[in-house]
């Protein structure tokens, strides 16, 4: 994480949601980021909410460009990406490693990061955020690559009635 006087300059908003389970981890993020001058908008605990919930509401608002990056956190981190990834727009990983926390920002442009309370322990998880929090898309070869995902959500969205 960089220093806190680099970070006065430059502080960056960020949304964070849990549901029941990721709730004392998201916490422990939540306060981590603001120590670090994160402008953190928190979506609450889930409480009387299921992960489907948080992740929906916390995905629109990226989706609708209110905000750039989100951190999402259930017991796995895997409910709340498949519902992120619902979301026109929305590119949702789950990572509870730093490589790949970065090369979902480097070269997927994720906008929004899950991980899961029960997976991992909380100082490991402030790494696996420090990497994705550092890391910008590359663009360059990627920049394609992403650009398919796009053109796929477009041209599915909403065709699809019936559940599988
Ligand atoms: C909680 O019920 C648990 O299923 C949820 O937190 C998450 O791990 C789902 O993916």
Redesign the pocket.
């Known amino acids: 994480m960089r220093r806190e006087s680099e970070k006065e300059d430059n502080m960056q908003p960020i949304a964070v949601g849990a549901?029941?389970?990721?709730a004392p981890l998201k916490e422990h993020l939540a306060k981590y980021l603001q120590e670090h001058g994160y402008e953190v908008t928190d979506y609450g605990n889930g409480t009387e909410q299921?992960?489907p919930d948080v992740a929906s509401r916390v995905a629109e608002a990226v989706s609708n460009r209110e905000h750039d990056r989100a951190l999402l956190v259930?017991?796995?981190?895997?409910?709340?990406a498949i519902t992120a990834n619902k979301i026109p727009g929305v590119r949702a990983v789950t990572a509870h490693d730093s490589y790949s926390a970065e090369r979902a920002r480097k070269s997927n442009d994720a906008q929004v990061l899950a991980m899961?309370s029960?997976v991992i322990a909380p100082e490991a998880a402030e790494k696996v955020l420090d990497h994705w929090l550092e890391s910008e898309f590359q663009g360059g070869g990627s920049t394609e690559k992403v650009e398919k995902i796009k053109e796929i959500d477009a041209e599915f969205r909403g065709e699809r009635s019936e559940s599988i």
Do not use: K, P
């Open positions: 549901d029941e389970a990721g299921d992960y259930c017991g796995t981190g895997l409910g709340m899961g029960r």
